[in-house]
C-alpha cells in the first residue's frame, strides 16, 4: 500500500430491518431480498449493484454485515450475502444490531428487549454480545473479523475495550454527525485515524457547511460528489491520509414505507456512485481506494489533526434542491 496516497475506504453497512415487527405482530422482519439484495421485479439494486458499479472502476468495499438478523431471517440467507460479496474479492466484516437478536428472543418467550445501541449496555454485556456476534460471524462467513461497525454508530471507549478482549483490532463506529446522539463516545472531535483502548478507530469521515451548526458525514446518499471530492482535498491539504466513506446496502433504493414494499430504484445516488467510483479510477495516482480489512496499521499516522473541513454554502445548497427535488413521488 503507497503511504504517500490518500487512502479512501468505502464502506456498506449491510443489514436489514425488523419493518415494523415490534409493533405489529402480523409482521415479521423483511428477507434479505429486500433491504440487502435490493430486488425490484427481476432486477437487484443493492449489493448487487454497488459491487457491479465498484467493479467497473476496478474498486473494492469493506462491507460490514449485520448477523444477528440471522436468527429472524435464516442463517443461510446471511451466509449467503456473505459469500456474494466475499466470492467478489471484497472485504466482509462484522455489523451488528443487537435488536435483532432480541426480537428473535422476543418471539421465542423471553422478556421484550427493544434496545439496540451497543453503548448503552454494561461492558459484561458489551463483550458478550461481540463474542456472540463474532462467533456467529465465523460460523457463517467462515473467517474471523478483523473490523467491526455498531448498529447506528452506537459505540463508546468501552465498546472498544469489548473488541479487544475479542481479537478485533479496527473500529469504523465513531461518526460526529451523531455524536451525542447514537453515538456514545466521549472523546472529541475525531475526523482522522486514532488508537483508543487498543484498537485503531476509524471515523466516518465529516465536514461542516459554513454558517450551518452540525457535521456531514460523507455519506454517499447523502451528500453530492463534488461535497465529497472537495472534502477530500482539504482534507489533503491539511496531510489527512486516511478518508471513511459510508453508504448501506438499500441505498439506491428510494423508500416509501417501512415494509420497503414500494421500493424503486434511486437515480440520483445510482449515477452518484458511479461517478465518485470513475473520478477515483481517474485519480489512482494519488487515492487509493483500499479496504479496512486489509489496512497496515503501521501505516497509520494516529497523531495528526483531526481537522474537520468547511465547506462553502454553494454546492451543499445545490445539492439540497437536487435531493429535494428527487423526493417528489412522481420521480
Not at 319 to 325: I, L
Request: charged share 25%; aromatic share 10%; with cysteine.
Amino acid at each position: 500500500m503507497a503511504v504517500d496516497k490518500t487512502r479512501v475506504y468505502i464502506t456498506v453497512d449491510v443489514e436489514t430491518s425488523l419493518g415494523g415487527a415490534w409493533r405489529n405482530p402480523d409482521y415479521a422482519p423483511l428477507p434479505l431480498e429486500r433491504t440487502v439484495f435490493g430486488k425490484v421485479g427481476a432486477e437487484f439494486y443493492g449489493i448487487p449493484l454497488i459491487m457491479d458499479i465498484l467493479e467497473k472502476y476496478g474498486l473494492r468495499a469493506t462491507f460490514f454485515t449485520e448477523v444477528f438478523c440471522a436468527h429472524n431471517v435464516g442463517r443461510d440467507e446471511v451466509a449467503k450475502a456473505l459469500r456474494s460479496m466475499r466470492d467478489r474479492g471484497h472485504d466482509v466484516q462484522l455489523h451488528l444490531h443487537p435488536v435483532q437478536r432480541f426480537y428473535s428472543e422476543y418471539i421465542a418467550g423471553q422478556p421484550r428487549r427493544e434496545k439496540d445501541l451497543m453503548y448503552q449496555f454494561t461492558p459484561d454485556e458489551q463483550r458478550q454480545l461481540i463474542r456472540d456476534g463474532v462467533s456467529l460471524f465465523r460460523e457463517l462467513s467462515g473467517q474471523k473479523p478483523r473490523a467491526y461497525r455498531a448498529g447506528c454508530y452506537g459505540a463508546s471507549e468501552e465498546t472498544l475495550q469489548a473488541l479487544r478482549e475479542n481479537d478485533i483490532d479496527i473500529d469504523s463506529s465513531y461518526n460526529l454527525a451523531y455524536l451525542g446522539d447514537t453515538c456514545g463516545f466521549k472523546i472529541q472531535p475525531l475526523n482522522a485515524p486514532i488508537e483508543i483502548e487498543g484498537v485503531c478507530e476509524f471515523p466516518v469521515t465529516v465536514f461542516r457547511v459554513a454558517g450551518v451548526p452540525g457535521y456531514k458525514p460523507l455519506e454517499i446518499s447523502a451528500v453530492s460528489v463534488n461535497e465529497i471530492l472537495a472534502a477530500i482535498r482539504l482534507l489533503q491539504g491539511e496531510d489527512c491520509k486516511d478518508v471513511v466513506l459510508v453508504l448501506h446496502s438499500f441505498s439506491l433504493l428510494k423508500n416509501l414505507g417501512i415494509r420497503y414494499d414500494a421500493c424503486r430504484p434511486d437515480g440520483m445516488v445510482i449515477q452518484r456512485l458511479r461517478k465518485l467510483c470513475a473520478v477515483f479510477a481517474e485519480l489512482k495516482d494519488e487515492i487509493e481506494v483500499t479496504v479496512l480489512g486489509e489496512a497496515n496499521l503501521t501505516t497509520i499516522s494516529k497523531d495528526h489533526s483531526h481537522v474537520v473541513p468547511t465547506l462553502g454554502w454553494l454546492q451543499p445548497s445545490f445539492r439540497r434542491v437536487c435531493q429535494a427535488a428527487n423526493r417528489l413521488p412522481w420521480l
